[in-house]
Structure formats: structure tokens, C-alpha cells
């Protein structure tokens, strides 16, 4: 009796959630096309992988399994028989969603079945090859029986180097992503092996550390280097191997310091001229020692506007060459790479520099970020030789600046002639204490009539929590010189306001100004401007208290 109870309740629910009979169910009433497009989002195993291509793949957090493509796509199959049939019907999806991860159970039952459920569809395969993991042989399986229908791989760990270094030796026809964040130590190679069989014609993402030969066809159709070690090259070897990547479009170089050069023409960097890679956008460099890259900064001619992150630790002392040479290549770069911004952002503090640099156009946010240890910033200027670098043209059109100083330089010529020359600036974005430091700067400048800024109208105000509304404050003192040059700030917004709403509205009318309250990127005047303030009042009972602050 209780069996024939559950066999009721079991076809009972079979019918509630059956596509065909809850036509109210909004899902349920997509067609069979929209639905595949959605299994298919969901069923990509290396959705946090190419994400993530600024991460070292073996930092990359795989997907929790519970969250993971091949977890997602086999609940979607349970829900109802609709479904299933759709995704039992799609052996693409189950194709795309192997997460090593999600196949570690004790028997090979599922695994076989994922596997059957695939087809003859090319496969993406996630994973991390480690310890006594039961989906060890099935991989193993894969390498040996359905290499050439691998599309995407993206692999770390220490296991099964041998058999994955035998499979890197065969020809690839269907491999179009190549991930290893893995290192083939004590891997016997034979002189004779090719990587990739030298076969590879569909190859276009590739991140390895030491894998790509000039004299291998596959390399020249790639568009995507990531985490290419600078060390395993002289700066000409490197050179001659991009250029002959016309496609490549993103290059990500890492590492400390170049291979020593050879002493033969060839190996001379002094014999290498500028390097084309018209399809590059986007150029990552990031090391110990960033001055490593000057060559690099200097030699490579890449699209216009193409977007930079340079990153580096100066973890030893750096003498004044060869601060003034990267600041040289930086301005070499952007001769090279003619740039458009519509935002520019500029942090000085005592052991950093950060320039922040948005192209209208780019998919990236470059920035130039040196961390100083140890040395005297001050001393070598090379904060305002970075300034130096940009081109006056480009810094003269940007519409959006942001400014974070903790002190101002002893020499501040380049950084007033970087100031005069943001002549189309419409918006501002500081915080306090760089207001303060850019108002002692106007201030010491007053006297020859300098007045820059003449297309200011909006400042953003990133407040924090020990800032104030003082008379004698900074942004007192911002707005009064302004109104007294006859430039005024037609709209002051400030973000994550924490004071008295008043006192703000206040200081606003005072100046003749509209103000704005941010939370994120969400502006409001409504909240600041009530209909029911009266305001001549609140001017008479409130300047008192901003006299007393």
C-alpha cells in the first residue's frame, strides 16, 4: 500500500511538472530553441577560466560543484521529461561542461555516461590533475582515445605529466584553447618531439610557460598569449616571435628579467628594429622589475589605442637611468600606439604611483601601477616622469580625470604643466586630502593668474569617514576659488556622504551649486533637495555652525 502511494505521488508530480500540461509556468512557455540557448550558457566548463585570464590559472577557484556546468546541466535534465529530451537531444552542451571536478566519483558509471551523452561533439575539459583522484584514468582515457576532439583545455597539477606531455606531442586539428598551469620537470621528452605535432591550425588562445617555438607553424594564427615568461628568452628571440603573430590581439609577458643576449648579430638587441603587431589591443607586462620591459615598451608597435597594464615591485635599488628610460619607453609606446581616452586617473602616494588610463573603446582598463621599496620616490622624480610621458595632445582632450595624492613632489613643474594642459576636463574626482594637496598647489600659483581647469564644471567628492565641511576646508577653499575666477562648479556630487545632509545642502547654495548624492554610480539630488526646505532659513540658521567648524 505505501508503495502504491508513492508510485501515485511520484507520476502525480511527474505530471505537475510536465512542460506540457503547466502552460502558466512562464519557463515552461519558451520554445524549444530559447531553451537550448540557455542550457548552452550554462553548460560551458571554462565560463571561470576565460574570465579570469589575468589570473594565474592554478589561482584561478574552480566553480563550486554545485554550481559548476556539468552539476547545472544534469539538474536541468531531471527537472521534467521536456527537458530532458532537449538536453539528451544536445550532446554539444554535455560536450562543453566536463569539469574533472564533477567526475570524481567512486564508480566509472557516470563518468562513462557523460561521456556517451557527448558524442562524437568536440569537448572542453577543466580540471585539476592531483592526488588519487578517481577521474585520473578517465582522463587518461581522453588523452589517449579522443585527443583530436579536444577544443578547449584548461589544466593544472602535478599529476599524469608523463601522458599529458605524450598527448601535447600530437597533432591538435580541433584545438582552439590551450590552458597548462603546470610544469613538466622530470618528464623524459625524445629530441624528436614537435609540441602539437606542429598541428594545431585552429589554435588561437595559448597560455604555457614555455611552449611556443618561431619554428612551429601553429604559434603564427594565435591571438591570445597569456602569462608568457620573459625568462626563457632574449629580448631579440622574444621579438622575432611576435612578429610574425599578426593576429595576436592580447599579449600578457611576466616574470623577472630577460635571458642574457648572445653575442652573435642575431642574438643583439642593437641589430632589432621596431616590431608590428597591428592586431594587438591589449599588452600586459608584470614583474619584479619592470624596467625588464623597456625594450619591450620601445620596440613593439601595436594597434592604435591599444590598451597597457604595466605592473612591477621596484624590490631593489633603481638607479635614475633606468627610471628616466621606462619613463622614456612609456612616451615611445604611446607615440607608437596613438591614444584616445576619455579617462585618465593619476595616484601619487609614498610608495606607489598609478596611472589609471580608459580608452573610449577597450574591453580592459589599462593602468600603470610601480610600487616603490626602497627607493626615495622624491629623489628620482619618476612620478612626474611618468606624467612626462603622455602625450600633451590626447591629455588635453581627456573629459575625466581623477587625482589621488598623499603629498605634492618637491619638484612640481611637470606636474603643474600636466594640470594646465586638462583643458577639456569637465568632471573631477577627488577625494579630501588630495583636494587639500591640489589646493596648496593653485595656491602658491595664484599670483602669476593661473587658473586652470577652464571646462570644470562637476566634482565628485569620494568621501570618507574623518572628512569635513569646515570653512577653512578644502572644498570650501576649491569652490570659493573657482567662484572667484568666475568658473564656478555647476554641480558638486559626493559619494557615500556621511554627514549632515544640511550642512551639504547648505554649503551647495551657498555656492550656487547643484548637488548630488552617490551610492556606487547611482546619483540623487531628490534626496539632498527636499520641496519642503526652506532655504533662505536654512542659510540663516546653518552658515553659523559651518563658522564653527
Same mark, same amino acid.
Given at each position: 500500500?505505501?508503495?502504491?502511494?508513492?508510485?501515485?505521488?511520484?507520476?502525480?508530480?511527474?505530471?505537475?511538472?510536465?512542460?506540457?500540461?503547466?502552460?502558466?509556468?512562464?519557463?515552461?512557455?519558451?520554445?524549444?530553441?530559447?531553451?537550448?540557448?540557455? *542550457?548552452?550558457?550554462?553548460?560551458?566548463?571554462?565560463? #571561470?577560466?576565460?574570465?579570469?585570464?589575468?589570473?594565474?590559472?592554478?589561482?584561478? =577557484?574552480?566553480?563550486?560543484?554545485?554550481?559548476?556546468?556539468?552539476?547545472?546541466?544534469?539538474?536541468?535534465?531531471?527537472? #521534467?521529461?521536456?527537458?530532458?529530451?532537449?538536453?539528451?537531444?544536445?550532446?554539444?552542451?554535455?560536450?562543453?561542461?566536463?569539469?574533472?571536478?564533477?567526475?570524481?566519483?567512486?564508480?566509472?558509471?557516470?563518468?562513462?555516461?557523460?561521456?556517451?551523452?557527448?558524442?562524437?561533439?568536440?569537448?572542453?575539459?577543466?580540471?585539476?590533475?592531483?592526488?588519487?583522484?578517481?577521474?585520473?584514468? *578517465?582522463?587518461?582515457?581522453?588523452?589517449?582515445?579522443?585527443?583530436?576532439?579536444?577544443?578547449?583545455?584548461?589544466? #593544472?597539477?602535478?599529476?599524469?605529466?608523463?601522458?599529458?606531455?605524450?598527448?601535447?606531442?600530437?597533432?591538435?586539428?580541433?584545438?582552439?584553447?590551450?590552458?597548462?598551469?603546470?610544469?613538466?620537470?622530470?618528464?623524459?621528452?625524445?629530441?624528436?618531439?614537435?609540441?602539437?605535432?606542429?598541428?594545431?591550425?585552429?589554435?588561437?588562445?595559448?597560455?604555457?610557460?614555455?611552449?611556443?617555438?618561431?619554428?612551429?607553424?601553429?604559434?603564427?594564427?594565435?591571438?591570445?598569449?597569456?602569462?608568457?615568461?620573459?625568462?626563457?628568452?632574449?629580448?631579440?628571440?622574444?621579438?622575432?616571435?611576435?612578429?610574425?603573430?599578426?593576429?595576436?590581439?592580447?599579449?600578457?609577458?611576466?616574470?623577472?628579467?630577460?635571458?642574457?643576449?648572445?653575442?652573435?648579430?642575431?642574438?643583439?638587441?642593437?641589430?632589432?628594429?621596431?616590431?608590428?603587431?597591428?592586431?594587438?589591443?591589449?599588452?600586459?607586462?608584470?614583474?619584479?622589475?619592470?624596467?625588464?620591459?623597456?625594450?619591450?615598451?620601445?620596440?613593439?608597435?601595436?594597434?592604435?589605442?591599444?590598451?597597457?597594464?604595466?605592473?612591477?615591485?621596484?624590490?631593489?635599488?633603481?638607479?635614475?637611468?633606468?627610471?628616466?628610460?621606462?619613463?622614456?619607453?612609456?612616451?615611445?609606446?604611446?607615440?607608437?600606439?596613438?591614444?584616445?581616452?576619455?579617462?585618465?586617473?593619476?595616484?601619487?602616494?609614498?610608495?606607489?604611483?598609478?596611472?589609471?588610463?580608459?580608452?573610449?573603446?577597450?574591453?580592459?582598463?589599462?593602468?600603470?601601477?610601480?610600487?616603490?621599496?626602497?627607493?626615495?620616490?622624491?629623489?628620482?622624480?619618476?612620478?612626474?616622469?611618468?606624467?612626462?610621458?603622455?602625450?600633451?595632445?590626447?591629455?588635453?582632450?581627456?573629459?575625466? =580625470?581623477?587625482?589621488?595624492?598623499?603629498?605634492?613632489?618637491?619638484?612640481?613643474?611637470?606636474?603643474?604643466?600636466?594640470?594646465?594642459?586638462?583643458?577639456?576636463?569637465?568632471?573631477?574626482?577627488?577625494?579630501?586630502?588630495?583636494?587639500?594637496?591640489?589646493?596648496?598647489?593653485?595656491?602658491?600659483?595664484?599670483?602669476?593668474?593661473?587658473?586652470?581647469?577652464?571646462?570644470?564644471?562637476? =566634482?565628485?567628492?569620494?568621501?570618507?569617514?574623518?572628512?569635513?565641511?569646515?570653512?577653512?576646508?578644502?572644498?570650501?577653499?576649491?569652490?570659493?576659488?573657482?567662484?572667484? =575666477?568666475?568658473?564656478?562648479?555647476?554641480?558638486?556630487?559626493?559619494?557615500?556622504?556621511?554627514?549632515?545632509?544640511?550642512?551639504?545642502?547648505?554649503?551647495?547654495?551657498?555656492?550656487?551649486?547643484?548637488?548630488?548624492?552617490?551610492?556606487?554610480?547611482?546619483?540623487?539630488?531628490?534626496?539632498?533637495?527636499?520641496?519642503?526646505?526652506?532655504?533662505?532659513?536654512?542659510?540663516?540658521?546653518?552658515?553659523?555652525?559651518?563658522?564653527?567648524?
Amino acid at each position: 500500500m505505501p508503495t502504491d502511494g508513492l508510485k501515485k505521488r511520484r507520476h502525480s508530480m511527474e505530471i505537475n511538472i510536465s512542460g506540457v500540461l503547466l502552460t502558466d509556468t512562464p519557463i515552461n512557455k519558451l520554445s524549444t530553441e530559447i531553451l537550448v540557448n540557455i *542550457f548552452s550558457l550554462n553548460g560551458h566548463a571554462d565560463a #571561470c577560466y576565460i574570465d579570469l585570464i589575468n589570473t594565474a590559472i592554478d589561482d584561478i =577557484v574552480p566553480t563550486p560543484e554545485h554550481e559548476a556546468a556539468l552539476t547545472v546541466t544534469r539538474s536541468s535534465s531531471q527537472v #521534467c521529461h521536456h527537458w530532458r529530451e532537449i538536453l539528451l537531444d544536445s550532446p554539444k552542451i554535455w560536450a562543453t561542461s566536463l569539469d574533472l571536478h564533477c567526475l570524481d566519483q567512486a564508480s566509472d558509471e557516470w563518468r562513462n555516461e557523460v561521456l556517451r551523452r557527448t558524442g562524437n561533439r568536440l569537448l572542453t575539459v577543466v580540471g585539476t590533475l592531483t592526488g588519487e583522484k578517481h577521474y585520473l584514468d *578517465f582522463f587518461k582515457e581522453i588523452l589517449a582515445n579522443h585527443w583530436t576532439r579536444i577544443r578547449r583545455l584548461f589544466l #593544472c597539477g602535478s599529476a599524469l605529466k608523463s601522458e599529458l606531455w605524450a598527448a601535447l606531442q600530437r597533432p591538435s586539428p580541433n584545438m582552439e584553447l590551450l590552458a597548462l598551469g603546470m610544469i613538466f620537470h622530470g618528464v623524459k621528452a625524445d629530441e624528436n618531439d614537435v609540441f602539437l605535432g606542429d598541428y594545431a591550425p585552429r589554435l588561437v588562445g595559448f597560455r604555457a610557460r614555455r611552449f611556443i617555438d618561431p619554428d612551429l607553424s601553429w604559434y603564427r594564427n594565435i591571438r591570445e598569449v597569456w602569462d608568457l615568461p620573459i625568462d626563457v628568452f632574449n629580448v631579440p628571440e622574444l621579438l622575432h616571435l611576435l612578429s610574425n603573430m599578426k593576429y595576436l590581439e592580447l599579449l600578457k609577458l611576466s616574470g623577472h628579467v630577460f635571458l642574457e643576449e648572445s653575442d652573435d648579430e642575431d642574438g643583439n638587441i642593437s641589430s632589432v628594429g621596431p616590431v608590428s603587431i597591428p592586431s594587438l589591443k591589449f599588452l600586459s607586462l608584470f614583474g619584479t622589475a619592470p624596467f625588464s620591459f623597456i625594450p619591450i615598451l620601445l620596440l613593439l608597435v601595436p594597434a592604435p589605442n591599444c590598451a597597457l597594464q604595466l605592473e612591477g615591485n621596484c624590490e631593489e635599488n633603481v638607479s635614475a637611468d633606468e627610471l628616466e628610460g621606462l619613463a622614456a619607453a612609456l612616451s615611445t609606446f604611446f607615440h607608437n600606439s596613438p591614444q584616445k581616452w576619455s579617462h585618465l586617473g593619476y595616484g601619487l602616494q609614498e610608495s606607489m604611483c598609478h596611472l589609471n588610463l580608459d580608452p573610449t573603446r577597450s574591453d580592459f582598463r589599462p593602468f600603470v601601477s610601480i610600487h616603490n621599496i626602497d627607493n626615495d620616490w622624491d629623489e628620482s622624480h619618476f612620478p612626474c616622469l611618468i606624467l612626462k610621458a603622455l602625450p600633451p595632445k590626447q591629455v588635453s582632450m581627456v573629459k575625466e =580625470v581623477s587625482l589621488s595624492f598623499s603629498y605634492l613632489p618637491s619638484v612640481t613643474s611637470v606636474l603643474e604643466e600636466f594640470l594646465d594642459r586638462l583643458l577639456k576636463m569637465e568632471l573631477l574626482s577627488i577625494d579630501m586630502g588630495t583636494l587639500g594637496v591640489l589646493n596648496e598647489l593653485l595656491e602658491d600659483r595664484k599670483e602669476v593668474g593661473c587658473h586652470p581647469f577652464p571646462c570644470l564644471g562637476t =566634482v565628485s567628492i569620494r568621501w570618507e569617514e574623518n572628512d569635513s565641511l569646515a570653512r577653512d576646508g578644502p572644498l570650501h577653499q576649491f569652490l570659493s576659488r573657482r567662484r572667484d =575666477v568666475g568658473s564656478r562648479i555647476r554641480i558638486l556630487q559626493v559619494h557615500n556622504y556621511q554627514g549632515n545632509p544640511e550642512l551639504l545642502v547648505t554649503l551647495a547654495k551657498m555656492f550656487e551649486t547643484k548637488l548630488e548624492l552617490g551610492d556606487g554610480d547611482i546619483w540623487s539630488e531628490q534626496v539632498l533637495f527636499p520641496s519642503e526646505i526652506d532655504y533662505e532659513s536654512a542659510m540663516a540658521g546653518i552658515v553659523n555652525e559651518l563658522d564653527l567648524l
